[in-house]
């Protein structure tokens, strides 16, 4: 994902690929694959890793069990099934997008506050 300062305005699938249109009318695809599930795993999640308030902790779990290689086909079939679904497919990347800022924001809150 190239376009990060760039808001989603559309994501359509076909064909095992997400299209994305922005709003600065530019357009990526995503071919949904085993190779591409590892970058969205070492982009999102690699850094800021799942978080008590995180959404999506089943689609996580899937994206870094393919990246270790443990149920790698069950876990890319749950993928591919979820992000067929284009309103998912939106929701999650609306979501990880900003994802880093949520949950610092969420570690503030759980940090134990001076007596």
């Known amino acids: 994902m190239e376009n990060l300062d760039n808001n989603i ?3 359509s699938f076909n064909n095992n690929i997400l299209n994305f249109t ?3 009318n530019t357009t990526e695809e995503l071919i949904l694959n085993d190779t591409n599930y590892i970058k969205i795993f070492d982009k999102w999640f690699l850094d800021t890793p799942v978080f ?3 959404k999506f902790k089943k689609q996580i779990k899937s994206l870094n069990f393919i ?3 443990k149920e790698k086909n069950k876990n890319i079939q749950e993928l591919n099934i979820f992000f067929s679904n284009v309103d998912n497919a939106t929701k999650f990347f609306n979501y990880v997008r ?3 800022d949520k949950i610092d924001n969420d570690k503030l809150k759980w940090q134990e506050k001076p007596k």
Do not use: A, L
């Open 9 to 11: 305005t559309n994501i």
């Open 22 to 24: 922005f709003d600065n």
């Open 52 to 54: 008590i308030s995180d």
């Open 67 to 69: 990246k270790i290689n």
């Open 98 to 100: 900003n994802r880093k």
